[in-house]
């Protein structure tokens, strides 16, 4: 078999990036083996116009989010599927001091957020008051991965890749069957650690994330809730709530102190212990440099591509940058500098 490029990896970044290149007229086959617990199968799927503590926009948030929506929303019209699903999301400040530093600074971020109303922060634990977030919503990844098999077809494969039989040629890669003009690696963590990465001297700090499915009876379910988690309804009385930050476990286990840090996050936005725990899944975000996404080729062999680095914001990002590396690779635009593996730190001697 032939293609233009072999795309190992089909979670958010190898997603987009399938579809970007089979946009701009390129041929591609990918294989995943389909890992239950890869951070695409249980992402929350947030989008958070003011994430985090500091409650700050994402790197290039006002670029990617329309870029990001435009791209779901064509996907859902094609497979006639809910993918997206706006909602508010509200804040509720978890100390005096979150509150004070979001009245200094909310003059700056106002496209991001308009005011709470007191019935909604009286049905949570609010002492200090909140606001409430614009433009955000979350995304259902996992039927999201099932529309871009399906579009794919054929050109998908469930399938484990061993770099150990990757060939690499003059014009090109081989991988048993399948000949392409690069290999384009998007592991995720699996892509930075480990016996398949080609990209392991990379400085990396990816971040385990636990989190749990909850049932929870009579509360509102038309917001996603953040304090020092989130709590996001799914359906019925089940509600996704999470997570945690571990960066010693690269294989994404569940422990007990991790449910524990997640139940009482819970406990702090609820007021109450009143909820059942149905689930408990981990995985880990590929983190590199200052969370951003990276792209580009191996420093020695350049027929082997990256696309990583989704940190925790990869609903937001990969649709955009997936279209930039695809521009890059078949109309041979360059890279933004910003998004180049090439311009980042490698650690060790040796990238062989
Ligand atoms: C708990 C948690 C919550 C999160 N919440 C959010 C959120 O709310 N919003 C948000 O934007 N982001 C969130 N993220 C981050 C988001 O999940 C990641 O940014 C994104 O999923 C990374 O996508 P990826 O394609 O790079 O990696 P992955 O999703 O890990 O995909 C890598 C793929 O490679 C495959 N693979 C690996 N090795 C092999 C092999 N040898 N052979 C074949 N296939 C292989 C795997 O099966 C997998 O499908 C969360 C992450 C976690 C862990």
């Not at 290039?60 to 064509?74: D, G, T, V």
């Not at 929870?216 to 996603?224: E, F, S, V």
């Not at 940058?321 to 360059?334: C, G, M, N, Q, T």
Request: hydrophobic share 40%; aromatic share 8%.
């Amino acid at each position: 078999m032939k293609v233009d490029y072999l795309i190992v990896g089909q979670g958010l970044a190898g997603s987009a990036m399938a579809l970007s290149l089979r946009d701009l007229g390129a041929s591609v086959m990918v294989i995943d083996r389909e890992k239950p617990n890869s951070a695409s199968r249980v992402a929350a799927g947030l989008v958070t116009t003011l994430a985090g503590k500091g409650m700050n926009p994402s790197w290039r948030q006002e670029e990617y989010l329309p870029e990001a929506m435009e791209y779901y929303r064509k996907l859902e019209k094609l497979s006639g599927r809910k993918l997206f699903h706006d909602m508010e999301l509200l804040k509720l400040f978890h100390d005096e001091k979150q509150r004070a530093k979001f009245e200094r600074k909310k003059g700056d971020v106002s496209a991001w957020h308009s005011e709470a109303k007191a019935e909604d922060l009286s049905e949570w634990e609010s002492p200090q008051g909140g606001f409430i977030m614009e433009q955000g919503g979350w995304l259902d990844t996992n039927t999201y991965l099932e529309i871009v098999q399906e579009i794919l077809g054929d050109s998908y494969a469930r399938r484990e890749f061993d770099a150990d039989l990757l060939e690499l040629e003059s014009d090109g890669v081989r991988y048993e069957e399948i000949s392409a003009k690069a290999v384009i690696l998007c592991l995720g963590v699996d892509g930075l650690i480990g016996s398949n990465s080609r990209f392991h001297f990379l400085d990396h700090r990816s971040a385990k994330g636990e989190m749990l499915l909850v049932k929870i009876k009579g509360k509102a379910r038309d917001k996603i809730i953040s304090k020092n988690g989130w709590l996001v309804p799914v359906e019925d009385d089940l509600y996704k709530v999470g997570a945690t930050y571990e960066w010693h476990d690269m294989q994404g286990s569940t422990t007990s102190p991790g449910r524990a840090e997640v139940e009482a996050k819970l406990i702090t936005m609820l007021g109450n212990d009143d909820f059942e725990v149905v689930d408990h899944i981990a995985g880990v975000r590929p983190i590199v440099r200052k969370s951003q996404p990276m792209v580009g080729a191996h420093p020695i062999y350049p027929q082997v591509k990256l696309f990583n680095g989704l940190g925790s914001r990869g609903v937001i990002t990969a649709p955009s940058v997936a279209k930039h590396f695809a521009e890059h690779l078949v109309d041979r635009s360059a890279i933004d500098p910003n998004l180049d593996v090439s311009s980042l730190r490698i650690i060790g001697p040796d990238a062989r």
